[in-house]
């Protein structure tokens, strides 16, 4: 069994959707002063490696703490088009694009979370380029369309935003989270998922009222 972690870390270097807070931690004791450490953290609901729960876009969707578990932890299946997307700012994933990875891997499935790697999670390190100025890749409305009629739980991309990044409308979180679809966002490290086989395990607390919440997600191989 390989397990193979997908989540960046999270600290005060973590890019943030521009505009937003960074994360920030108090110390509020130390094992040397009170023979334990403990700290308070302000964060964001939406930064990093996180999770979206319908409730972000959809003002009857659920939040992050009635997302069942057993649709946390599902077959991940993976799109990969870095080649293609290259630094195309504005990649937009088509149908076409999972369809192509249908007619290689097989059929998308109900239950399944489709996973997308653009290889933008690259330029983590550096922030400016990360955002570009909000252009980066992302799902166009037509793949979000075809994975709904898959009956897919959730899609899941290595970029800042499920949308891309010149789309201010967000078509694609406006259409997947009323149909009762979660998002991951942040992913990193996807180009060592297998194409088939392994299973998604999104590690997101259940904290009541959550539009979204940091998470630790992990690829699990068998």
Not at 92 to 108: I, K, N, Q, W, Y
Not at 151 to 159: H, L
Request: net charge negative; aromatic share 6%.
């Amino acid at each position: 069994m390989q397990v193979i972690d997908l989540s960046q870390p999270l600290g005060p270097a973590t890019t943030p959707w521009p505009g937003q807070e960074p994360f920030s931690a108090r110390v509020d004791a130390t094992v040397a002063t009170d023979g334990y450490f403990i700290r308070r953290i302000d964060i964001s609901e939406h930064v990093g490696t996180h999770f979206d729960a319908p409730a972000h876009f959809h003002a009857e969707g659920i939040t992050v703490d009635q997302i069942p578990a057993d649709q946390l932890v599902v077959p991940a299946r993976l799109l990969d088009v870095a080649d293609r997307v290259g630094d195309d700012l504005d990649y937009a994933v088509s149908a076409a694009d999972v369809e192509a990875m249908e007619a290689t891997h097989g059929r998308l499935q109900p239950g399944d979370a489709l996973v997308v790697r653009t290889g933008w999670d690259r330029h983590l390190g550096d922030g400016p380029r990360y955002v570009s100025d909000l252009r980066f890749p992302g799902l166009g409305l037509d793949a979000a369309e075809l994975a709904i009629e898959r009956g897919v739980v959730g899609i899941a991309i290595d970029t800042l935003s499920i949308d891309r990044g010149v789309a201010t409308d967000f078509v694609v979180h406006y259409r997947t989270l009323p149909a009762g679809l979660w998002q991951v966002e942040g992913l990193v490290g996807l180009e060592r998922l297998p194409a088939v086989g392994a299973l998604l395990i999104v590690g997101v607390p259940p904290i009541v009222g959550a539009s979204g919440f940091p998470a630790r997600v992990l690829g699990l191989v068998l």
